[in-house]
């Protein structure tokens, strides 16, 4: 199913050997720059700044989108020019200018894609915009060098898809979840039980000394044979569960929220692995190659990524997880999908928007938060 590239202008002829990429990233609450170079094939990742806003956002519970925005605004700058130092390259060795131009929150994106342009003009190089979900999708090329095609399981705070990519510009929609994702569902459960945020870590550690058998949560959507998934009735379970403590015994103890956490963690877990086991059998009718790859954030929980292994491997998949730092929002990612874009000879122009729903595959159904602006993600 062909990408539709509705925000990209024009062809370039790119058949160089080295392509030197800055790239930046500000959808949602890191700010962040790299340079990564493709070498006859493979990626160098030549510096890759990270600056997070966890700090900003920890009385919330959540990312604060105004917060965020102007955190952005003031870093944006700072992580460019840090990346740029740390690469050794000098802003005339850069071939284009890739940035985030959605799907996310507006304001972040707005200022990423501004900051972008800038550098963009003041180098006389070309822009390319880069769908956030493309520079998830195409990590495990950038860090394994995986052949296309691959299955892909995109599991974070914000999103959770199946994708069959064949190609820079070719991605197929096999499932996703049809409310929360699960790294929301892990930070609102944190939430509920007083952990901070954000709460993958804290449940995840808190779950290591629970009991996972002692809460029976559901595993939403088992019953239906397709690949979508649904975690926002698990967050309302756990908080029955949580009530229901509160009044039989005045409150909860640790012993109580270790076992809410580790039954929790559990049910994400299986679902996840039996959605991903039906997610092969499906990728198998489409495509021969045998490779799965899992990112966002959620890869970093040891249970789920030891699951979604185990079944990846009943099947007779490699498994490839790229490392943490790339697996979480990063520039690295925004600055490899805009070298692939470049080599296909797709580059933007200064009318590039940014753009807070974007969906990935713009053939599939829309399921995550549609409405009259159509698909998010
Ligand atoms: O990919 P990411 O850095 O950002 C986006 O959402 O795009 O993912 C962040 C999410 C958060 O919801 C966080 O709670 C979750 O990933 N997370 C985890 C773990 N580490 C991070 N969830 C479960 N277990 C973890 N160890
Ligand atoms: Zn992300």
């Known amino acids: 199913m062909l990408f539709d590239l509705d925000n ?5 002829n790119t058949m160089t050997d080295i392509i030197t990429m800055l790239g930046i990233e500000s959808s949602c609450d890191d700010t962040a720059a790299a340079v990564v170079q493709r070498i006859n094939g493979k990626a160098n990742i030549l510096s890759s ?16 989108p105004e917060i965020a925005a102007r955190a952005h605004a003031e870093q944006l700058d700072i992580a460019v020019e840090t990346a740029l ?5 000098k802003l005339d060795q850069i071939d284009a200018v890739s940035v985030t131009a959605g799907p996310g929150l507006i304001g972040g994106v707005v200022s990423g894609v501004m900051c972008a342009k800038g550098i963009a003009a003041g180098i006389n190089k070309p822009l390319i915009g880069i769908n956030h979900l493309v520079g998830h999708a195409l990590t495990p090329r950038m860090t394994d060098s995986i052949p296309y095609p691959y299955l892909m399981l995109l599991v974070s705070g914000g999103h959770c898809q199946f994708l069959a990519v064949f190609s820079e510009t070719e991605f197929h929609r096999i499932g996703g979840t049809i409310d929360d994702a699960p790294g929301e569902a892990f930070d609102k459960t944190a939430k509920l039980l007083g952990l901070g945020y954000p709460g993958g870590p804290l449940v995840e550690k808190a779950g290591k000394k629970g009991d996972p058998m002692r809460f029976k ?6 019953d239906r044979p397709d690949c979508n998934m649904s975690f926002s009735g698990l967050k ?10 509160v009044l ?3 409150g909860i103890t640790e012993q109580d929220r270790n076992d809410l956490c580790a039954s929790f963690q559990m ?6 692995a039996e959605k991903t086991n039906r997610a092969l059998d499906v990728y198998k009718k489409m495509a021969n190659s045998k490779y799965f790859a899992i990112a966002g954030g959620v890869a970093a929980n040891t249970l789920i990524s030891e699951k979604l292994g185990a079944v990846s491997q009943q099947h007779n998949f490699t498994t490839f997880t790229p490392p943490l730092k790339f697996c979480t929002d990063n520039a690295a990612m925004i600055a490899w999908a805009g070298i692939e874009q470049y080599s296909a000879g797709l580059v933007d122009n200064m009318t590039l928007a940014a753009r807070p729903r974007w969906p990935i595959d713009q053939k599939a159904e829309p399921m995550l938060g549609s409405g009259k602006k159509g698909a998010k993600a």
Do not use: N
């Open 248 to 250: 039989e015994k005045g």
């Open 236 to 245: 309302t379970a756990l908080r029955r569960a949580r009530d229901l403590l």
């Open 85 to 89: 130092i740390q690469s050794g390259i």
């Open 8 to 12: 990209h202008e024009g062809k370039l």
């Open 217 to 222: 949560f559901p595993r939403p959507l088992l």
């Open 267 to 272: 049910a994400v877990a299986d679902t996840l």
């Open 49 to 64: 700044v990270v600056v997070g806003q966890e700090i900003l956002h920890a009385a919330y519970g959540g990312v604060v």
